[in-house]
């Protein structure tokens, strides 16, 4: 398996510009978390989800960030508009029901000048 | 409120020594604690899950103990290798699913 794959990469972008963060879970795995990691807050979840609907979302910072999961192999997070301090790396993970441990993406590094 | 704590934000050893890192917690009854390692640029990886009824599980050279009453669980790495220098979080189970990070310790293993 190639694991959870999250694109893109980088991403440098202007304040007030809509930004979509995206992310392929692991197949088969029915749990999908959004993580954000700053050196002020550490690693904070955002928003999972289970069997593609939204569970816990409390972590979401504001009503400018959004996320889907339209189906089990693809969810995205949006920022709209985006702000500096948005500026963070943000990872996906997956896991399997009743599994406590969850697969992490490579990140996506966000910079919101 | 709920409350984790990665003692020591950075731990420096010699290579071959016994590293131990610590997580503390308060306020949480965790069926679960988990420990992740995490290199520059990349993302968190699972290392070892130990359930409320375990007290201690072991990989490779791997030590995870978990003490339900004291709040606190050590990780212990054996033998330790420059290879092993990262940063270490632990992960705390806070139900239906979901676990709370702490803020990791960074580990420097000196030849």
């Known amino acids: 398996d190639a694991g959870v794959i999250q694109s893109p990469r980088h991403e440098v972008t202007e304040m007030g510009q809509e930004v979509t963060l995206r992310c392929k879970p692991i197949?088969?795995?029915?749990?999908l978390f959004w993580y954000r990691q700053t050196m002020m807050r550490g690693l904070e979840l955002l928003i999972y989800f289970n069997n593609n609907v939204p569970i816990d979302d409390s972590g979401m910072p504001e009503d400018r960030f959004s996320a889907k999961m339209p189906n089990a192999s693809f969810s995205t997070l949006k920022i709209q508009p985006s702000e500096p301090r948005d500026s963070a790396v943000y990872f996906c993970?997956?896991?399997?029901?009743?599994?406590?441990?969850?697969?992490f993406g490579p990140g996506t590094r966000l910079t919101v000048t | 409120s709920q409350k984790i704590e990665q003692n020591s934000e950075a731990l420096n050893i010699q290579e071959g020594k016994t590293a131990t890192l610590t997580c503390n917690y308060t306020?949480?009854?965790?069926?679960?604690l988990q420990w992740y390692r995490q290199d520059p640029g990349r993302g968190p990886v699972f290392l070892l899950l130990?359930?409320?009824?375990?007290k201690e599980k072991r990989k490779e050279r791997l030590k995870v103990t978990f003490d339900t009453t004291l709040k606190q669980s050590l990780f212990h790495i054996t033998a330790s290798q420059p290879a092993d220098s990262a940063t270490y979080l632990c992960?705390?189970?806070?139900?239906?699913?979901?676990?709370?990070f702490g803020d990791g310790t960074t580990l420097t293993v000196k030849p």
């Open positions: 993970a997956s896991s399997r029901p009743g599994w406590g441990e969850q697969y």
């Open positions: 130990i359930r409320e009824n375990e």
């Open positions: 306020n949480y009854s965790p069926a679960y």
């Open positions: 992960a705390l189970d806070v139900g239906a699913g979901k676990s709370t």
């Open positions: 197949s088969g795995h029915d749990y």
